[in-house]
């Protein structure tokens, strides 16, 4: 079975700093995407990024960037600028065997004015 | 875009019963995606559908769930006899064909078993 890892349950970041989400995942798959979303209290999960395994480039939208090393099956999130907003459960998923999404156990961000 | 539309958003039942959810996807989307979310944790697939065809279940659900989208449009998932352990919150989403498109998600429906 496919699996995500996400090893930091929770993590904590200043006002306008920088924090890295850690992720790796599993799969035999030779093409594939990878996808961050984001589930704020209460709220709907949204989609923050996405990357496609054949592109080397890493992803960015605004503030959010990806760091991914294809052989390391790694992808990590790095969010700039940390906003109040932000703070949320951030899901690392990945599509893969059976057509299916498997999704991370997330990580808890807060954000510290 | 409206937005997948889920109800109810909370349904409390006794333990035996038979609940219904239902799911509205974004009008354009062919693709609807029922996931299973407990406390702490990421959500699981349940089943997917492009439109009214079933294409993948997991095999999370048993044989007292079922999921139907019968003209390709909004779907119902039913869980018959209810039982302690499927407490939990009820993820709908929806999107376009094709891998790399996004989910769109639902508020989701709550589910407490007495």
């Known amino acids: 079975a496919q699996t995500v890892t996400q090893s930091q349950p929770e993590m904590s970041v200043q006002e306008a700093e920088t924090v890295t989400l850690s992720c790796t995942y599993d799969?035999?798959?030779?093409?594939?995407?990878l996808f961050w979303y984001k589930q704020p209290p209460s709220r709907q999960m949204i989609l923050v990024i996405r990357q496609e395994a054949y592109k080397q480039q890493n992803a960015t939208e605004n503030r959010f960037s990806v760091n991914f090393q294809k052989a390391a099956k790694s992808f990590s999130l790095k969010i700039s600028d940390s906003q109040l907003g932000d703070a949320a459960m951030y899901f690392c998923?990945?599509?893969?065997?059976?057509?299916?999404?498997?999704f991370g156990t997330g990580t808890s961000l807060t954000v510290i004015p | 875009d409206t937005g997948v539309s889920q109800n109810p958003r909370h349904k409390i039942t006794k333990r035996g019963q038979n609940v219904t959810f239902r799911c509205d996807p974004i009008?354009?989307?062919?693709?609807l995606y029922w996931y299973r979310q407990t406390l702490g944790q990421g959500p699981e697939f349940l089943t997917y559908?492009?439109?009214?065809?079933?294409?993948?279940k997991s095999r999370l659900l048993s044989d007292r769930f079922s999921a139907e989208r019968p003209k390709g449009s909004f779907s119902t998932l039913e869980i018959q006899r209810t039982e302690q352990g499927d407490s939990a919150m009820y993820l709908c989403?929806?999107?376009?064909?094709?891998?790399?498109?996004?989910?769109?998600f639902g508020d989701g429906t709550r589910l407490s078993i007495l």
């Open positions: 559908f492009q439109n009214e065809a079933q294409l993948e």
């Open positions: 989403a929806s999107s376009r064909k094709g891998r790399d498109q996004p989910q769109h």
């Open positions: 799969t035999s798959e030779s093409d594939y995407y």
């Open positions: 998923v990945t599509w893969g065997t059976g057509n299916q999404f498997y």
């Open positions: 009008s354009e989307h062919n693709r």
